[in-house]
């Protein structure tokens, strides 16, 4: 059983950075599509990005290009996400996300296993 743990956080003014962490436990992400989703509050959860398997095919939600990169680390088994030039509008809880498929996909559909999130706050 995959697990995974979502870290990295925290209040950041406006045009300032973050970068969140997962670690997966239980099984090697080199055999999952992985990604990060959030949900603001009041909101329904979205897709944030998703990067294939091997790191080759890679999704940015429109709101996000240019400012945030995810990437993986498949020898220490955990993904990242770099968020550059945040916004008050990028605030809300962010969870990582896998679904097992080893081909070059990076569709954020069918996730089947989740961090508990770590919260985002941007304010001034």
């Known amino acids: 059983q995959l697990q995974l743990v979502d870290s990295g956080g925290g209040l950041v003014h406006p045009g300032g950075s973050l970068r969140l962490s997962c670690a997966a436990t239980?099984?090697?992400?080199?055999?999952?599509?992985i990604g990060w989703f959030r949900q603001a509050p009041g909101k329904e959860r979205e897709g944030v990005s998703c990067?294939?398997?091997?790191?080759?095919?890679?999704y940015y939600a429109d709101s996000v290009k240019d400012r945030f990169t995810i990437s993986r680390d498949n020898v220490r088994n955990t993904m990242y996400l770099q968020m550059n030039d945040l916004k008050p509008e990028d605030t809300g809880v962010y969870y990582c996300?896998?679904?097992?498929?080893?081909?070059?996909?990076?569709?954020?559909?069918?996730?089947?296993?989740w961090g508990k999130g770590t919260l985002v706050t941007v304010a001034s």
């Open positions: 996300a896998a679904r097992m498929y080893s081909g070059e996909s990076s569709d954020c559909g069918g996730m089947e296993y």
């Open positions: 990067i294939s398997s091997s790191g080759e095919s890679i």
């Open positions: 239980g099984f090697p992400l080199d055999f999952f599509v």
